[in-house]
């Protein structure tokens, strides 16, 4: 198999400029990452700052409703909301030791901004964020946060002003300030090494989950459940699992509004083969191979592509990717609200969506893992309008 | 002109076959000039005026015109480049539509052709059909600045089964033997770029540009053309070793935007 490939997917399409610093991140990721010095402080970082490990929490009331033993994985509960600072902390740590002294990152929802400009203030570096100008819009509050953290946020007025185009601008960026800087990409896609990088940092959701499975109950989950957006969450929760053939492996991407031919963000489910931002990957694009906007209601899960390694897993049947309309993960966002007392985020809130509508294909009487990714204080705002406008909200 | 040079490069090697882009560089510096190359986005600013334009830089004495390609999400352009490429999408441009005018007008352009896109749409468009429908276009080169050596391979088989070449990208940062692995595959010329950046966006040249040069001109045996924020010939002034060839992007868009004729961009070059 070609270096930085899952089966047909993954590669490095990137300008020969933005080779070297690649090259370098693969040697680091060799030699560093696996230093005992490293793992020990990064372990210290993700106990003691970020708060793993994270619960896994039993849902008494869903579980008699759909008739399963159904769980979360309580990423939720890390410091600044999301499963985000795994990876933000692994690699703002691996810079340091490369001796870079800034972070360039890319952020839609703006979730991997401020675990990226938290990870930097922590350790000490620069910090530059690029964001869809129609995102800085969108998610204010999170923009604050990431200037309160001393980042430097950089709207992006080209394209369509979104995550992809805040990716386009960030790549941009780093060809030019490479010596100094480290590009933390935010999620388990991109040009080789990145996938196989940020699955690595974000492994330690599954590693974690597989132990208290088999603590809790002595045998492994028989469904694990992620949403899938780059998919860095699912790819955390999917791959300690890829080998246990009895565990059924299903990520669920967006499906926008849901009618036919409306925009979404379900690449595999809907796209094509193809090339953007440095990966061979299942793309939304017309039929010239221009990239489409995407959409969903969870700017987290707005992305026209999907990491390589999900594309493969998709390919060759070892997982199954299903879809989740806006509306759907709304539903399970209240349900798990009023049922649960937990508020999950719009994005995690399509991969219970998908277990709450497809009853029938759960294993029955058996053991249902969903990783719950992240928060959803950040979408008070876009949950507040949209039941508002439904008159379920007075 | 093109003509007489062909005949005299196959005197001169009867047996490999020439690039035509190499003996085209070749025969304007033994005019004693640098061969010049200027990048015109397909469809922009209009669709008509775009051919207009291609007239203009080919009598204007164009010796390469590449042609750009537009995609969605050019990460190695500048504000520039990207924004001819929205409104060429806008105007609704198309491989398809290039490749189609490009065979109605073939043999009009005494310049030489390359096009110069990102990967996707290429790949979309099939290479193997790409290949064929480029070559009836009378296309010399590509140009695809997101496909590094690591991936080139198909499309750099395909492309030179039809005596096309894949023009090598190197900059800055490409060590010696890095440059090296190139030379061992690479045809036409040599894409130099001249700054650790992206298209347009600066005043001057870098100091490191000279370096850059030496560093190509001893691993390659093919002409260099240098891109990437090059607007006039003064740039080039005092630099030990003057690129082959030397390519205009941004500098010519801002002026067709301006109003103005591609074939007036080329005569201070003259």
Same mark, same amino acid.
């Given at each position: =198999?070609?270096?930085?490939?899952?089966?047909?997917?993954?590669?490095?399409?990137?300008?020969?400029?933005?080779?070297?610093?690649?090259?370098?991140?693969?040697? +680091?990721?060799?030699?560093?990452?696996?230093?005992?010095?490293?793992?020990?402080?990064?372990?210290?970082?993700?106990?003691?700052?970020?708060?793993?490990?994270?619960?896994?929490?039993?849902?008494?009331?869903?579980?008699?409703?759909?008739?399963?033993?159904?769980?979360?994985?309580?990423?939720?509960?890390?410091?600044?909301?999301?499963?985000?600072?795994? %990876?933000?902390?692994?690699?703002?740590?691996?810079?340091?030791?490369?001796?870079?002294?800034?972070?360039?990152?890319?952020?839609?929802?703006?979730?991997?901004?401020?675990?990226?400009?938290?990870?930097?203030?922590?350790? *000490?570096?620069?910090?530059?964020?690029?964001?869809?100008?129609?995102?800085?819009?969108?998610?204010?509050? %999170?923009?604050?946060? =990431?200037?309160?953290?001393?980042?430097?946020?950089?709207?992006?007025?080209?394209?369509?002003?979104?995550?992809?185009? /805040?990716?386009?601008?960030?790549?941009?960026?780093? &060809?030019?300030?490479?010596?100094?800087?480290?590009?933390?990409?935010?999620?388990?896609? $991109?040009?080789?090494?990145?996938?196989?990088?940020?699955?690595?940092?974000?492994?330690?959701?599954?590693?974690?989950?597989? /132990?208290?499975?088999?603590?809790?109950?002595?045998?492994?989950?028989?469904?694990?459940?992620?949403?899938?957006? @780059?998919?860095?969450? +699912? &790819?955390?929760?999917?791959?300690?699992?890829?080998?246990?053939?009895?565990?059924?492996?299903?990520?669920?991407?967006?499906?926008?509004? $849901?009618?036919?031919?409306?925009?979404?963000?379900?690449?595999?489910?809907?796209?094509?083969?193809?090339?953007?931002?440095?990966?061979?990957?299942?793309?939304?694009?017309?039929?010239?191979?221009?990239?489409?906007?995407?959409?969903?209601?969870?700017?987290?899960?707005?992305?026209? !592509?999907?990491?390589?390694?999900?594309?493969?897993?998709?390919?060759? !049947?070892?997982?199954?990717?299903? =879809?989740?309309?806006?509306?759907?993960?709304?539903?399970?966002?209240?349900?798990?609200?009023?049922?649960?007392?937990?508020?999950?985020?719009?994005?995690?809130?399509?991969?219970?969506?998908?277990?709450?509508?497809?009853?029938?294909?759960?294993?029955?009487?058996?053991?249902?893992?969903?990783?719950?990714? @992240?928060?959803?204080?950040?979408?008070?705002?876009?949950?507040?309008?949209?039941?508002?406008?439904?008159?379920?909200?007075? | 002109?093109?003509?007489?040079?062909?005949?005299?490069?196959?005197?001169?090697?009867?047996?490999?076959?020439?690039?035509?882009?190499?003996?085209?560089?070749?025969?304007?510096?033994?005019?004693?000039?640098?061969?010049?190359?200027?990048?015109?986005?397909?469809?922009?600013?209009?669709?008509?005026?775009?051919?207009?334009?291609?007239? !203009?830089?080919?009598?204007? @004495?164009?010796?390469?015109?590449?042609?750009?390609?537009?995609?969605?999400?050019?990460?190695?352009?500048?504000?520039?480049?990207?924004?001819?490429?929205?409104?060429?999408?806008?105007? *609704?441009?198309?491989?398809?539509?290039? #490749?189609?005018?490009?065979?109605?007008?073939?043999?009009?352009?005494?310049?030489?052709?390359?096009? =110069?896109?990102?990967? %996707?749409?290429?790949?979309?468009?099939?290479?193997?059909?790409?290949?064929?429908?480029?070559?009836? +276009?009378?296309?010399?080169?590509? &140009?695809?600045?997101?496909?590094?050596?690591?991936?080139?391979?198909?499309?750099?088989?395909?492309?030179?089964?039809?005596? &096309?070449?894949?023009?090598?990208?190197?900059?800055?940062?490409?060590?010696?033997?890095?440059?090296?692995?190139?030379?061992?595959?690479?045809?036409?010329?040599?894409?130099?770029?001249?700054?650790? *950046?992206?298209?347009?966006?600066?005043?001057?040249?870098?100091?490191?540009?000279?370096?850059?040069?030496?560093?190509?001109?001893?691993?390659?045996?093919?002409?260099?053309? #240098?891109?990437?924020?090059?607007?006039?010939?003064?740039?080039?002034?005092?630099?030990?070793?003057?690129?082959?060839?030397?390519?205009?992007?941004?500098?010519?868009?801002?002026?067709?935007?301006?109003?103005?004729? +591609?074939?007036?961009?080329?005569?201070?070059?003259?």
């Amino acid at each position: =198999m070609k270096k930085g490939y899952f089966g047909e997917f993954g590669g490095q399409f990137v300008p020969e400029l933005l080779m070297p610093p690649l090259r370098e991140l693969e040697a +680091a990721m060799r030699d560093i990452l696996p230093s005992d010095k490293f793992r020990a402080e990064l372990d210290d970082l993700l106990r003691n700052f970020a708060g793993r490990e994270t619960p896994l929490t039993a849902c008494p009331t869903l579980s008699a409703e759909l008739g399963v033993h159904l769980w979360l994985k309580r990423e939720d509960l890390l410091h600044t909301g999301a499963h985000k600072v795994n %990876n933000t902390l692994g690699q703002a740590l691996l810079a340091k030791y490369m001796g870079k002294t800034a972070l360039v990152a890319e952020t839609g929802a703006g979730q991997h901004g401020v675990a990226t400009a938290a990870a930097a203030a922590r350790l *000490g570096m620069e910090c530059v964020i690029y964001m869809g100008a129609t995102d800085v819009v969108r998610q204010a509050p %999170n923009v604050m946060r =990431m200037k309160l953290l001393g980042a430097k946020v950089v709207p992006v007025q080209s394209g369509t002003k979104t995550l992809k185009d /805040a990716i386009n601008e960030a790549l941009r960026y780093w &060809i030019a300030q490479q010596d100094s800087t480290h590009y933390c990409f935010g999620t388990a896609a $991109g040009p080789h090494p990145f996938p196989t990088l940020v699955r690595d940092l974000q492994c330690v959701i599954g590693r974690e989950t597989r /132990a208290q499975m088999l603590e809790r109950t002595g045998r492994l989950p028989d469904m694990v459940v992620a949403c899938v957006g @780059g998919g860095s969450n +699912a &790819i955390g929760m999917f791959h300690p699992f890829v080998d246990d053939a009895s565990v059924r492996i299903v990520g669920v991407e967006a499906a926008g509004t $849901g009618e036919p031919g409306c925009y979404n963000s379900a690449p595999i489910n809907l796209g094509r083969p193809g090339v953007l931002h440095g990966q061979m990957t299942m793309l939304l694009q017309d039929a010239d191979g221009q990239i489409e906007p995407s959409h969903s209601v969870s700017a987290g899960l707005d992305y026209p !592509g999907v990491g390589p390694e999900h594309a493969h897993l998709g390919a060759i !049947g070892r997982a199954v990717y299903g =879809m989740a309309t806006d509306s759907q993960a709304l539903e399970a966002f209240q349900a798990l609200t009023r049922r649960e007392g937990i508020i999950p985020a719009l994005e995690s809130s399509h991969a219970l969506a998908w277990v709450l509508n497809n009853r029938g294909k759960l294993p029955a009487g058996g053991h249902v893992v969903v990783n719950l990714s @992240g928060r959803g204080d950040k979408d008070m705002e876009i949950v507040r309008e949209v039941l508002f406008r439904e008159g379920e909200l007075a | 002109m093109s003509a007489a040079i062909h005949t005299d490069m196959n005197d001169m090697l009867p047996e490999a076959p020439v690039s035509r882009l190499e003996a085209r560089v070749t025969a304007a510096n033994a005019a004693g000039r640098p061969a010049l190359v200027p990048f015109l986005t397909a469809g922009f600013p209009t669709l008509d005026r775009f051919w207009e334009e291609m007239d !203009g830089l080919d009598r204007g @004495g164009a010796d390469v015109i590449e042609i750009g390609v537009p995609f969605s999400d050019p990460v190695a352009d500048g504000p520039v480049v990207e924004a001819a490429s929205l409104r060429a999408l806008e105007n *609704g441009v198309t491989l398809r539509w290039i #490749l189609d005018g490009l065979k109605a007008r073939a043999g009009r352009y005494d310049a030489e052709l390359v096009l =110069m896109g990102y990967y %996707n749409p290429f790949l979309q468009y099939g290479l193997e059909n790409l290949a064929a429908d480029a070559a009836a +276009a009378g296309v010399a080169g590509f &140009i695809v600045p997101d496909l590094p050596l690591e991936e080139d391979a198909e499309m750099r088989a395909l492309l030179a089964a039809r005596g &096309i070449d894949l023009i090598a990208l190197v900059g800055p940062n490409t060590s010696e033997e890095r440059m090296a692995e190139y030379a061992a595959v690479a045809s036409g010329y040599v894409y130099v770029v001249s700054v650790l *950046g992206i298209t347009g966006v600066r005043e001057g040249l870098p100091p490191e540009v000279p370096q850059t040069l030496a560093r190509a001109r001893k691993a390659f045996r093919l002409p260099l053309a #240098l891109g990437f924020g090059i607007k006039e010939p003064k740039q080039l002034e005092g630099f030990p070793d003057r690129p082959d060839a030397v390519v205009f992007g941004s500098a010519l868009l801002r002026h067709i935007d301006a109003g103005n004729s +591609a074939e007036s961009f080329l005569a201070a070059w003259k």
